[in-house]
Antibody, heavy 120, light 110 residues
Framework: EVQLVESGGGLVQPGGSLKLSCAAS????????IHWVRQASGKGLEWVGRIRSKANGYTTAFPASVKGRFAISRDDSKNTAYLQMNSLKTEDTALYYCTRLFGGDAFDIWGQGTMVSVSS | QSVVTQPPSASGTPGQRVTISCSGS????????VNWYRQFPGTAPKLLIYSSNQRPSGVPDRFSGSKSGTSASLAISGLQSEDEADYYCSAWDDTLRGPVFGGGTKLTVL
C-alpha cells in the first residue's frame, strides 16, 4: 500500500524545537519531492516547505512564515523525510502533514498528520 | 488571509449540481494549473482534481474542474449526502515558489 506516516509531534514550549518524521512505503520514495503542509484547528491548509529528490539536488524551499526556523531533510535509504522545527512560536500550533508531489504541482498522497502544540 | 479566495460555504440538495469558485491572481491561477482537494472532518485531504480538469483514478465523473484566467471552479453534479466535506483549491504561486491554498469551502448537503 502506498502511504506516508508522520510521527514526532507533541507539546513544546515557545522557542523550543521539534523534529517530525515522514516514513514512506509502497512507492519509489527517492524519486519524489516531499512537501509539508500544516493545518491549524478549524483553519485551512498552509504550505510549510519542500525537499526535492536527489535528481533535483535535494533543494529545499520555505515560505516566509517559517524560513530560517524550519529545515527539511531526507534519508532515501530509510524512505523517510524530516521536518526540523526550531524557534517555535504559538502560531506554529497545527496538524502537520507530509505529502507527495505528483506531476507538476498536485499532492496525491498524504499522511494522517502529526499534531504539534506550542504552548507554555 | 489566503491569496486565493473561496466562498466559506456552499450548499445544495441531493441530486443538484453545485459549483465552488476559486479566485486568485496572475502569479498563481493565472499562470499555473489548479488542483482541488476534499477533506472530511478528522481526515487528511484527498486529491480530487489536478491540472485544472483531470480526475485521479477512482474519482467519479460527477466531479469536474475548469479554469479561466485567474479563476477556477469545481462542479459537483448529482450531489450526494456523502459529498458533505471541506473543499480546497490550490495552485502553484510563482512569487511564493510554492503552492497556495484557498481558505476552503464547507459544502453542506441539505
Amino acid at each position: 500500500e502506498v502511504q506516508l506516516v508522520e510521527s514526532g509531534g507533541g507539546l513544546v514550549q515557545p522557542g523550543g524545537s521539534l523534529k517530525l518524521s515522514c516514513a514512506a512505503s509502497g512507492f519509489a520514495f527517492s524519486g519524489f519531492a516531499i512537501h509539508w503542509v500544516r493545518q491549524a484547528s478549524g483553519k485551512g491548509l498552509e504550505w510549510v516547505g519542500r525537499i526535492r529528490s536527489k535528481a533535483n539536488g535535494y533543494t529545499t524551499a520555505f515560505p516566509a512564515s517559517v524560513k530560517g526556523r524550519f529545515a527539511i531533510s531526507r534519508d532515501d535509504s530509510k524512505n523517510t523525510a524530516y521536518l526540523q522545527m526550531n524557534s517555535l512560536k504559538t502560531e506554529d500550533t497545527a496538524l502537520y502533514y507530509c505529502t507527495r508531489l505528483f506531476g507538476g504541482d498536485a499532492f496525491d498522497i498524504w499522511g494522517q498528520g502529526t499534531m504539534v502544540s506550542v504552548s507554555s | 488571509q489566503s491569496v486565493v479566495t473561496q466562498p466559506p460555504s456552499a450548499s445544495g440538495t441531493p441530486g443538484q449540481r453545485v459549483t465552488i469558485s476559486c479566485s486568485g491572481s496572475n502569479s498563481n491561477i493565472g499562470s499555473n494549473t489548479v488542483n482541488w482537494y476534499r477533506q472530511f472532518p478528522g481526515t487528511a485531504p484527498k486529491l480530487l482534481i489536478y491540472s485544472s480538469n483531470q480526475r485521479p483514478s477512482g474519482v467519479p465523473d460527477r466531479f469536474s474542474g475548469s479554469k479561466s484566467g485567474t479563476s477556477a471552479s469545481l462542479a459537483i453534479s448529482g450531489l450526494q449526502s456523502e459529498d458533505e466535506a471541506d473543499y480546497y483549491c490550490s495552485a502553484w504561486d510563482d512569487t511564493l515558489r510554492g503552492p497556495v491554498f484557498g481558505g476552503g469551502t464547507k459544502l453542506t448537503v441539505l
